[in-house]
Nanobody
């Protein structure tokens, strides 16, 4: 049974920074086999893609709304994925979810339907 646990959420002022971490665990688990992503769900809105790091190349893709501000990186040795959020805006307020996928196609990396494992989420609030 694979588990994803997010941490690092909280309240931050606009312009500030926050770092979210996702720890993956399970019997015989190895993070290098999976694409790892962050999604978020703003209040009253649907869940949306934020960032992903692919399994094979470790290449990073981010949404246009966070480009230049957010970075995702993985540590396969520690089975962790981090979302570094800088220059935060009030529009970044959301519940942030870590997600994991095995065997996902490149074209599906930004789509939540491609991910079979999810954390419970961590709340991020950005004040003006």
């Amino acid at each position: 049974q694979v588990q994803l646990v997010e941490s690092g959420g909280g309240l931050v002022q606009a312009g500030g920074s926050l770092s979210l971490s996702c720890a993956a665990s399970g019997s015989g688990f190895s993070l290098r086999r999976y694409a790892m992503a962050w999604f978020r769900q703003p209040p009253g809105k649907e869940r949306e893609f934020v960032a992903v790091t692919s399994r094979r190349t470790g290449r990073m893709f981010v949404s246009d709304s966070v480009k230049g501000r957010f970075t995702i990186f993985r540590d396969n040795a520690k089975n962790t994925v981090t979302l570094q959020m800088n220059k935060m805006k009030t529009g970044d307020t959301a519940v942030y979810y870590c997600a994991m996928a095995a065997g996902i196609r490149q074209s599906q990396l930004r789509h939540e339907s491609g991910y079979g494992y999810w954390g419970l989420g961590t709340q991020v609030a950005v004040s003006s």
